[in-house]
Nanobody, 124 residues
Framework: QVQLVESGGGLVQPRGSLRLSCKASGLIQDFIDISWFRQAPGKVREGVSCIRSSDGTTIYGHSVKGRFSVSIDKAKNTVYLQMNSLKPEDTGTYYC?????????????????WGQGTQVTVSS
């Protein structure tokens, strides 16, 4: 069972950038999808982005499209989330999980064992 660990969060000013990493404990094999989610205090967890390891297909949530970019480095067993033009509303804890891209925007993911996540704070 591949486990995923998030890192790279921090405090950044509005319009700044951060790159998050999602490191897999084993091989990121073909035919799996890796999704990014975030949860702000007092809000439900929302889907941010997803990438298919088989062909690199990516999808993005409406609020981050054009600002965030997801990529995968199979040699390093790592998925990245490059976040540019950050806004205060991007603040939250970011998680990665092995969730199919077609379920990225589902309201819940009861089968996911969420990790610690990585905190992103956008503030001046």
């Amino acid at each position: 069972q591949v486990q995923l660990v998030e890192s790279g969060g921090g405090l950044v000013q509005p319009r700044g950038s951060l790159r998050l990493s999602c490191k897999a404990s084993g091989l990121i094999q073909d035919f799996i999808d890796i999704s990014w989610f975030r949860q702000a205090p007092g809000k439900v967890r929302e889907g941010v982005s997803c990438i298919r390891s088989s062909d690199g297909t990516t999808i993005y949530g409406h609020s981050v499209k054009g600002r965030f970019s997801v990529s995968i480095d199979k040699a390093k067993n790592t998925v990245y989330l490059q976040m540019n033009s950050l806004k205060p509303e991007d603040t939250g804890t970011y998680y990665c999980a092995k969730v199919p891209c077609e379920l990225l925007m589902s309201p819940s993911h009861p089968d996911v064992a969420w990790g610690q996540g990585t905190q992103v704070t956008v503030s001046s």
